[in-house]
């Protein structure tokens, strides 16, 4: 039994809670949040796409101890795996600790509010014997999952052009609006795209940018083209400016040799492939959102003592490092290379 301690209950550490709950070899044995209401229960966080913050675990009646500060929990003998969801410049911090007191960890993207921050992790992980890994969770999203299996068989010929699209309404809240914690969409919403891209193709040569402050200070929304050598074109489109009402939209078009594969979580439209000389055809996709698939494979790797592969520590640290310069480009419109 893993025995499992969330900091962090806002809508992601509601999320991981109720996947964790639904585990057959998971105990939830602790909580923790600095917001007295959240901690009891009284207040319940809301996420952006349906079934994410669904029913699973109730915080207002479930026999756990409760925290008013994370490094408490961390401290705590029963606990087993750290999962953190806190604001982003409180990832780094809160990772380390837990690392240095033994525990296995779970945390949040973006690594660290900066690559400075992401190197400072590495190094204590390198210095440490639990396991941890960063929710990329784009790398074990149905249909994501798919395209990657497509891209590297090569099943469609090579890839000519990939587009990704993640946009939304401003999310709300006093965390997001301060963009020098949440980094503004570049950070907490694009970078999803920007560590996509790199696990499909690998680390770009340079990235050029271009967006806009609206919101919060920083970069709100942005197109970015990566440059590969050997993929004549693939750009991502991220932001949160979208009027109120906009809702949320995710979805890439990736166009091979032989086929153009289309899909878009956001107006509920299947994964579909129209390939040449073939009519168009919808591909059936595992259950289940990514939150729940990556945490199932980090508590795998815990119980069957292996060191996660599917993002490792370095794959989160280089999304934060290339995010880095895609700010760069938007704030001086000129491509930076990444070295």
């Given at each position: 039994?893993?025995?499992v301690g969330v900091i962090?209950?806002g809508m992601?550490?509601t999320?991981h809670l109720?996947?964790h709950a639904?585990q057959?070899?998971?105990?939830?044995?602790?909580?923790?949040?600095?917001?007295?209401?959240?901690?009891?229960?009284e207040?319940?966080?809301?996420?952006?796409?349906?079934?994410?913050?669904g029913?699973?675990?109730?915080i207002?009646?479930?026999?756990v101890?409760?925290?008013?500060e994370?490094?408490k929990?961390?401290?705590?003998?029963q606990v087993?795996?750290?999962d953190?969801c806190l604001?982003?410049?409180l990832?780094v911090p809160?990772a380390?600790s837990a690392?240095?007191?033994g525990k296995h960890?779970m945390v949040?993207?973006?690594?660290g509010r900066?690559f400075?921050?992401?190197?400072n992790?590495?190094?204590?992980?390198?210095?440490?014997?639990g396991f941890?890994?960063?929710?990329?969770?784009?790398r074990f999203?149905?249909?994501?999952?798919?395209l990657?299996?497509?891209?590297?068989r090569?099943t469609?010929?090579?890839?000519?052009a990939a587009?990704?699209?993640?946009?939304?309404?401003?999310?709300?809240g006093?965390?997001?609006?301060?963009?020098?914690?949440s980094?503004?969409?570049?950070l907490d919403?694009?970078i999803?795209?920007?560590?996509?891209?790199c696990?499909?193709?690998?680390?770009?040569?340079?990235v050029?940018?271009?967006?806009?402050?609206?919101i919060?200070?920083?970069?709100?929304?942005?197109v970015t083209?990566?440059e590969?050598r050997?993929?004549p074109l693939?750009?991502a489109?991220g932001?949160?400016?979208m009027?109120e009402?906009?809702?949320f939209?995710?979805?890439?078009?990736?166009n091979f040799?032989?086929?153009?594969?289309?899909?878009d979580?956001?107006?509920?439209?299947?994964?579909?492939?129209?390939?040449?000389?073939?009519?168009?055809?919808?591909?059936?996709?595992?259950p289940?959102?990514?939150y729940?698939h990556?945490?199932?494979?980090?508590?795998?790797c815990i119980r069957d003592d292996?060191p996660?592969?599917?993002?490792?520590l370095?794959?989160a640290?280089?999304?934060v490092?290339?995010?880095d310069?895609?700010q760069?480009?938007?704030?001086?419109?000129?491509?930076?290379?990444?070295?």
């Open positions: 039994m893993i025995r962090g209950l992601m550490g999320t109720n996947i639904k057959n070899d998971v105990q939830v044995v602790a909580i923790s949040d600095i917001d007295p209401k959240r901690l009891s229960g207040e319940l966080a809301m996420g952006n796409i349906d079934g994410q913050t029913e699973g675990f109730d207002r009646h479930a026999d101890k409760r925290y008013d994370g490094r929990l961390i401290r705590s003998k087993d795996l750290v953190i604001p982003t410049t990832h809160y380390r690392l240095r007191a960890v949040e993207k973006p690594m900066t400075r921050d992401a190197k992790l590495l190094k204590t992980a390198a210095e440490s014997d941890i890994m960063v929710g990329q969770c784009m999203w149905p249909g994501w999952t798919w990657k299996e497509a891209v590297t090569g469609y010929g090579d890839v000519m587009t990704f699209r993640r946009v939304s309404s401003f999310p709300g006093p965390y997001y609006l301060d963009g020098r914690n980094g503004g969409a570049l919403l694009h999803h795209d920007t560590d996509c891209i696990w499909l193709f690998g680390t770009p040569m340079s050029t940018s271009v967006g806009y402050t609206k919060t200070g920083e970069i709100d929304h942005l083209r990566y590969y050997d993929v693939v750009s489109e932001g949160w400016a009027s009402g906009f809702g939209s995710m979805k890439y078009t990736v040799e032989n086929a153009t594969a289309d899909f979580i956001g107006a509920d439209k299947p994964l579909t492939v129209y390939e040449k000389g073939a009519a168009p055809r919808t591909i059936d996709l595992e289940g959102m990514g729940d990556e945490i199932r494979y980090l508590l795998d292996t996660p592969t599917t993002v490792t370095d794959d640290a280089l999304s490092k290339i995010a310069a895609e760069r480009s938007a704030m001086t419109g000129r491509t930076v290379k990444i070295r």
